[in-house]
């Protein structure tokens, strides 16, 4: 069974520039949940999806924002990019009751200059 | 709010050596958790997912164990290799699959 999958693995922006991910989960998962990493605050929920709907969201700002469909592939969309941004975003899928194993994809790097 | 902590941040053992990582929560109202590790600027592999109803989980040469009331997760790693050296992260799981993840533990095995 493929794992799941990010795309794309680097992506180089400018401050207010917006960007879009996209993460694809592994097959029968429902749940799609964002995290962002970075070496200052570690690792930081974002978002969780499950059946298109967003289920939890983490303390971000409204720049940040996402979407799941059908098919349970989703994206991630930051507008107005900011330096702070840069960071490797990370991806995770599970199966689609609460509380279950979450399977990390291998993110995207994200660099704003 | 859930507050995650790893202790130590960064270990550095010879090869063979068995070592314990530790995880402690504040919040003791946790459904699962899950052990982690993560190679340099790679995504994360899960190790582990205990359940809040077990009390420790093995596979392989690693044994993680839970004790909610005290709010303490160990991840216990026999006969250490160099494969092993990478970053170990816990994260503990509440209700509405809310993970919170702990900083790290950095391991370095030594051949």
């Known amino acids: 069974k493929a794992g799941v999958t990010q795309t794309p693995r680097y992506l180089i922006k400018t401050r207010g520039q917006q960007v879009t991910l996209s993460c694809s989960p592994i097959s029968g998962h429902r749940s799609v949940s964002w995290y962002q990493q970075t070496p200052g605050q570690g690792l930081q929920f974002l978002f969780e999806y499950f059946s298109e709907t967003q289920r939890n969201k983490g303390n971000f700002p409204g720049r940040f924002s996402g979407r799941q469909f059908s098919n349970s592939r989703s994206e991630m969309n930051v507008s107005t990019l900011e330096l702070g941004d840069s960071a490797l975003y990370l991806c995770?899928?599970?199966?689609?009751?609460?509380?279950?194993?979450?399977?990390f994809g291998p993110g995207t790097r994200l660099t704003v200059l | 709010k859930q507050e995650v902590t790893q202790i130590p941040a960064a270990l550095s053992v010879p090869e063979g050596e068995n070592l314990v990582l530790n995880c402690s929560f504040t919040d003791s109202a946790i459904y699962n958790l899950q052990w982690f590790r993560q190679d340099p600027g790679k995504g994360l592999t899960s190790l582990l997912l205990?359940?809040?109803?077990?009390r420790e989980q093995t596979s392989g040469r690693l044994n993680a164990s839970l004790d909610k009331s005290s709010g303490r997760s160990t991840l216990y790693i026999a006969a250490s290799q160099p494969g092993d050296s990478a970053t170990y992260l816990c994260a503990v799981i509440e209700s509405g699959n809310q993970f919170y993840f702990g900083t790290g533990t950095s391991l370095t095995v030594i051949p």
């Open positions: 995770a899928s599970s199966p689609w009751k609460t509380n279950n194993e979450q399977f």
């Open positions: 205990i359940q809040s109803s077990q």
